[in-house]
């Protein structure tokens, strides 16, 4: 599997070459734009951010899930620069991929349940949060043809 970083990478070129019309444009109006898409990886990546923290520290913790589409909402991102956008993305996916390499390979068995969900490992949601990256990713490309 790839890592974070290598998503990142290779998902630039892509991204930049994208204009800000097509970035904004909506297949239908409770759809998500590529603008919002992006607008939600930055949110998973701010959720995700404090359960990789948190589970490295402590074993067996409940934590919250997040509400996607009122992060979104909130977010204002079909209003935001397709530009900041990308670099916002690009900058805190950087952060992320290395706040992951530094996770200690022992605490990676810790156990979490999200949202009221199954108990998973620390390894688990990392290599989870990247495979989500790529998903929505491709649903950019999605967003975007003419």
């Known amino acids: 599997m790839l890592g974070l970083a290598e998503v990142v990478a290779g998902a ?26 992006l607008g939600h990886l930055i949110d ?6 404090a359960r ?3 589970a490295s520290a ?12 009122a992060w979104v909402a909130r977010g204002g991102y079909q209003e935001r620069s397709w530009a900041e956008l990308v670099v916002l993305w690009e900058a805190y996916q950087l952060q992320l991929a290395h706040a992951i390499a530094q996770l200690p390979p022992a605490r990676l068995a810790h156990t979490l349940s ?6 998973v490992t620390l390894d688990f949601v ?5 495979a989500h990256q790529l ?11 003419a």
Request: charged letters at 25%; aromatic letters at 8%; zero cysteines.
């Open 44 to 49: 998973s990546g701010v959720n995700n951010h």
């Open 52 to 54: 990789f923290v948190r």
């Open 114 to 119: 999200i949202g009221g969900g199954e108990s």
């Open 135 to 145: 998903h929505h990713l491709a649903q950019v490309w999605g967003r975007t043809d």
């Open 12 to 37: 630039l070129p892509g991204l930049r070459a994208l204009s800000e019309e097509q970035a904004a444009r909506k297949p239908a109006p409770d759809v998500w734009s590529a603008k919002e898409i």
């Open 58 to 69: 402590e074993d067996g913790l409940s934590l919250p899930g997040y509400d996607q589409n």
């Open 126 to 130: 990392a290599r989870d949060y990247v």
